[in-house]
Nanobody
C-alpha cells in the first residue's frame, strides 16, 4: 500500500507561482512512476505531468510547469509558474506500480487526497 500526501496549494494571482509537494510512503518510491493530475469542476481528471526516468507534460502546461522528484525524501514536486485562471483545479498526486510513465488516470494505482489551486484573474 502507498500513501500520498499533497501540500502547497492555495490562492495566487495570474502570473504567479506555486510549488506543490507530494510525500510518499509505503513502497519503494524510486521504482514508481509518479504523476500530477488535475480536475476542475464539471471536467474530467486530466494529466498535468509525470516522471520516471523521463518526464511528460501536458501541452497546456509545457514550458510553465516543471515536475521533479527527490528519491531520498520520497517526494515529488510540481513547480507551477506563469499561472493562468484556467489552471484552477484540484491537483492530485498519483503513483503506479511500475516505473513506466502512464498518461491516463486509469494507469495509476494510488492517489492522494488532492490540493486546491485557485488562480485569480
Amino acid at each position: 500500500q502507498v500513501q500520498l500526501v499533497e501540500s502547497g496549494g492555495g490562492l495566487v494571482q495570474a502570473g504567479g507561482s506555486l510549488r506543490l509537494s507530494c510525500a510518499a510512503s509505503g513502497r519503494t518510491f524510486s521504482s514508481s512512476a509518479m504523476g500530477w493530475f488535475r480536475q476542475a469542476p464539471g471536467k474530467e481528471r486530466e494529466i498535468v505531468a509525470a516522471i520516471s526516468w523521463s518526464e511528460y507534460y501536458a501541452r497546456s502546461v509545457k514550458g510553465r510547469f516543471t515536475i521533479s522528484r527527490d528519491n531520498v525524501k520520497n517526494t515529488v514536486y510540481l513547480q507551477m509558474n506563469s499561472l493562468k485562471p484556467e489552471d484552477t483545479a484540484v491537483y492530485y498526486c498519483a503513483a503506479r506500480d511500475s516505473i513506466v510513465i502512464a498518461t491516463t488516470a486509469s494507469g495509476y494505482d494510488y492517489w492522494g487526497q488532492g490540493t486546491q489551486v485557485t488562480v485569480s484573474s
